[in-house]
């Protein structure tokens, strides 16, 4: 029961936890390399929602100040994540860049096929 | 107060300037980069990355100068705006020294740039290769003049990103092979690293790394868990970058496909700078704050170290690559800098410290023998270079005091960093290491030993025919960290004493 109730009261960090640990498992698992990088991308996007989840405080408002209110959210871990967005961004796209220019190269994105072709060279 | 209004109530120019070289550090390679990528002729791009190069090697002595003359650590806070709310730039002996070292290293190699990608690189796409060069020089310098532990996720990443696409832009299509696997492997690191920091904040809210040493200490007596998931999420993930056997699988194809200026800059310096930023974490921020032996970080990188030591030699002496060759020697020599990190005497660490530079200095002079080789003949490959130390005598030559060097011969710099190690790990009592370092050493003769038999002890080929030394650009810059291979083996007071300052206030801040 209790461990119902821990489950519950912090469900964020669980759904953040499976993200985490599926998007690592993808880029271990898969030889796809288009399906690598959704990995990567889930992986890193988990990454958002560790620091997003404890910025806010439940009942707080953005942090405008203002007479009526007196809780606020943590501006700065939103911050923080719209720089690791950007990288994110940046990372899949020149992943997926790199992808194409193996494709043209090889003619699959599949990594065993890659290395088997080179092997055979 | 705007730079303006500033420059014109002070008192000179060099007055203003000397105020904000840390900033500098990461401006002007930046800057340069813009005006790269504004360019079209690659002659003219590389006039650009030359001139940044050398100047961002003057700003890091100056830099290093301040430093040494300071009692304090410089602090620069940008924007004008305090820690811990604002990002902060500190600068203390061991920053500065690997500042002068990544900004040393691009400076002497940069002439060697020219030659090689004017024949590896289309012309179109050689300012771009340069803007490429200057981003990931300014993530290195921006990564070590940091005092934010965010900001050396964003410095981190704008190198690595820089980096994967310079090794893309590799002649082979197993370049852009390397470069995926790269990036796959680096963004992994480079996540872990975020989410180490990520669970630091949520405990101490900040991430000031001077503030961070303060906080953890309080915060660990109520919530220990997190901040050792921290430092295991930010060790490992560190070690990836830095090519920690057995994370190094990324690093062999890498070196072994990227244009030849790409393999001799990131092997002088990535992994150098990754080496600093687990250094600083590790200690002033972990180490000032909790006990280490929370953890077996020491013991399982002492093991790993001496893995990368023997696995990674042994590999080498099977490579026929000769680029593939040094790729798994770094590897192994990444071993012997974590080696002292592993130690964690005072005299260990001045070991790993002065093997940085010394690494650095003689694995470039190694990769750009070798690329010169290449740029002549257009292998690596051992079966191919039968007698290439008669055609081309100069640069085998200085492949071979370089080679003799991470052999450890004495009177080559090598030798200062190993016997370094070996003190400090004999006064730790860990006396058998010492073994560990003869015997990787001996692994290092064989390896380099097969390319001087094959260089030196057999007919030219036909296909050497064309083969000779290369032009004065390629051969100076050689020339000169050859120079310092042998230099930095017979007079220390320069690299041993900082690195020795340096190693003073990792472990002077241990609790």
């Given at each position: 029961m209790q461990a119902l109730q821990s489950l519950a009261d912090n469900y964020n960090y669980f759904i953040t936890i499976f993200l985490m640990v599926s998007g690592l498992y993808i880029v271990i698992a898969r030889g796809n390399m288009i399906k690598k990088l959704i990995g990567l991308a889930m992986f890193q996007s988990s990454v958002y929602l560790l620091y997003l989840s404890p910025g806010k405080i439940v009942g707080g408002t953005a942090p405008v100040l203002d007479p009526a209110f007196t809780v606020y959210s943590n501006p700065l871990p939103h911050v923080l994540m719209l720089t690791a967005i950007v990288v994110g961004v940046a990372t899949l796209a020149l992943g997926l860049a790199l992808t194409v220019r193996i494709y043209e190269a090889?003619?699959?994105?599949n990594e065993d096929q890659i290395f088997a072709r080179d092997n055979k060279k | 107060m705007s730079v303006l209004a500033a420059a014109a109530t002070a008192p000179s120019f060099a007055f203003v300037i000397g105020d904000h070289l840390p900033i500098l550090q990461v401006i002007v390679p930046l800057l340069g980069a813009v005006l790269c990528a504004l360019t079209r002729r690659g002659s003219f791009a590389f006039a650009i990355a030359a001139l940044v190069s050398w100047s961002l090697l003057g700003v890091a002595i100056m830099l290093l100068w301040q430093v040494l003359g300071a009692a304090a650590p410089i602090t620069y806070y940008i924007g004008g705006w305090a820690p811990p709310w604002g990002i902060e730039y500190r600068v203390d002996a061991l920053n500065a020294f690997i500042l002068v070292l990544v900004a040393g290293v691009g400076a002497i190699t940069i002439p060697f740039a020219y030659r090689t990608v004017g024949k590896e690189i289309d012309e179109d796409k050689q300012s771009w290769f340069y803007a490429l060069f200057l981003l990931c020089l300014s993530g290195l310098m921006g990564m070590a003049v940091t005092g934010d532990a965010f900001n050396i996720f964003v410095f981190m990443e704008v190198s690595s990103l820089s980096a994967y696409a310079l090794i893309a832009m590799?002649?082979?299509?197993r370049a852009l092979l390397a470069a995926y696997q790269y990036l796959i492997m680096g963004t992994i690191g480079a996540t872990f690293y975020v989410i180490g920091i990520g669970l630091l904040y949520v405990v101490?809210?900040?991430?000031?790394l001077a503030d961070l040493a303060t906080r953890i200490g309080p915060a660990f007596g109520t919530a220990p868990q997190p901040i050792l998931a921290a430092l295991a999420f930010i060790v490992v993930g560190i070690s990836l970058k830095l090519a920690l056997f057995p994370l190094h699988l990324w690093l062999p194809n890498a070196y072994a496909f990227a244009p030849t200026f790409v393999t001799t800059f990131l092997a002088a310096t990535a992994t150098k700078v990754a080496v600093y930023i687990l250094l600083r974490l590790y200690f002033t921020v972990f180490g000032g704050a909790i006990?280490?032996?929370?953890?077996?970080i020491a013991e399982v990188l002492l093991m790993l170290s001496i893995a990368a030591m023997f696995i990674a030699s042994i590999l080498a002496v099977y490579e026929d690559s000769v680029e593939r060759m040094l790729a798994y020697s770094s590897v192994a020599q990444i071993g012997c800098i974590t080696l002292g990190m592993a130690i964690a005497t005072r005299a260990g660490l001045t070991g790993s410290i002065v093997h940085l530079l010394n690494h650095a200095v003689m694995k470039a002079t190694l990769f750009m023998a070798i690329g010169a080789v290449v740029y002549r003949v257009g292998t690596s490959c051992m079966s191919e270079l039968a007698g290439i130390g008669r055609k081309m005598p100069l640069t085998m030559g200085l492949f071979v005091v370089a080679g003799l060097s991470i052999i450890g011969?004495?009177?080559?710099a090598g030798f200062i960093s190993k016997w370094q190690l070996g003190i400090g790990a004999v006064d730790a009592g860990l006396w058998p290491l010492v073994f560990v370092l003869v015997g990787s050493s001996l692994i290092a003769v064989i390896y380099i030993g097969k390319v001087v038999e094959v260089a030196y002890f057999r007919e030219p080929g036909d296909?050497?025919?064309?083969?000779r030394d290369p032009p004065a650009s390629m051969l100076i810059p050689m020339a000169l960290l050859g120079a310092a291979t042998i230099y930095f083996g017979l007079d220390t007071t320069w690299s041993a004493q900082i690195a020795d300052t340096a190693a003073q206030i990792l472990i002077g801040g241990l609790k």
């Open positions: 090889y003619g699959t994105v | 590799g002649s082979d299509r101490t809210g900040t991430l000031n006990s280490l032996s929370d953890l077996p011969v004495p009177g080559t296909n050497l025919a064309d083969a």
